[in-house]
T-cell receptor
């Protein structure tokens, strides 16, 4: 089982739609959670951190359920510019270090 | 530019040759990560440095791979006797404790 699993996608949605991505993680000792965005042939960039109480940044809402080891990202009123791959990222303890473990990503295409 | 810098951006090499990539992290970041990413997959963790100490190394990192961070600043990743399966994007990221990771633009390696 992968440490971080995401919806395989791809998601093709019309402009203005609401879309939700899900992610599960296997290590219950994980402490930090993030959503990164990666445009085609570019490096990943932080979209938002995910807090236990849930957090919102404009059209984006992230939620964390520690009991179910589940993370979600909701995008409302999607824009063409939201088209990208969304990576679920978990800060996982490993040996003496904490490493960022990435899911395989979910590809989103917002259609005009 | 004060972001993470990687060189070269692209490298084409013949199978069996050695290659070396360089990463210059954000100057105040003491943590440095190397990841490998292939098409359609999220970044896979290779190795992690805290200052000059290599604290974690993935099982993905065969003995043909070696990474250094001699003065706790820049890092190099060397691949010896390259194989076609080594073709990928090699990403470097840096962070401070508790912060998100910032990525460089990556080095795209093609082994022919």
């Amino acid at each position: 089982r992968k440490e971080v699993e995401q919806d395989p996608g791809p998601f093709n949605v019309p402009e203005g739609a609401t879309v939700a991505f899900n992610c599960t993680y296997s290590n219950s000792a994980s402490q930090s959670f993030f959503w990164y965005r990666q445009d085609c042939r570019k490096e990943p960039k932080l979209l938002m951190s995910v807090y236990s109480s849930g957090n919102e940044d404009g059209r984006f809402t992230a939620q964390l359920n520690r009991a179910s080891q589940y993370i979600s990202l909701l995008i409302r009123d999607s824009k063409l510019s939201d088209s990208a791959t969304y990576l679920c990222v978990v800060n996982t303890p490993s040996g003496s270090a904490r490493q960022l473990t990435f899911g395989s990503g979910t590809q989103l295409t917002v259609l005009p | 530019d004060t972001g993470v810098s990687q060189n070269p951006r692209h490298k084409i090499t013949k199978r069996g040759q050695n290659v070396t990539f360089r990463c210059d992290p954000i100057s105040e970041h003491n943590r440095l990560y190397w990841y490998r990413q292939t098409l359609g997959q999220g970044p896979e963790f290779l190795t992690y440095f805290q200052n000059e100490a290599q604290l974690e190394k993935s099982r993905l990192l065969s003995d043909r791979f070696s990474a250094e961070r001699p003065k706790g600043s820049f890092s190099t990743l060397e691949i010896q006797r390259t194989e076609q399966g080594d073709s990928a994007m090699y990403l470097c990221a840096s962070s401070t404790q508790g912060s998100e990771a910032f990525f460089g633009q990556g080095t795209r390696l093609t082994v022919v």
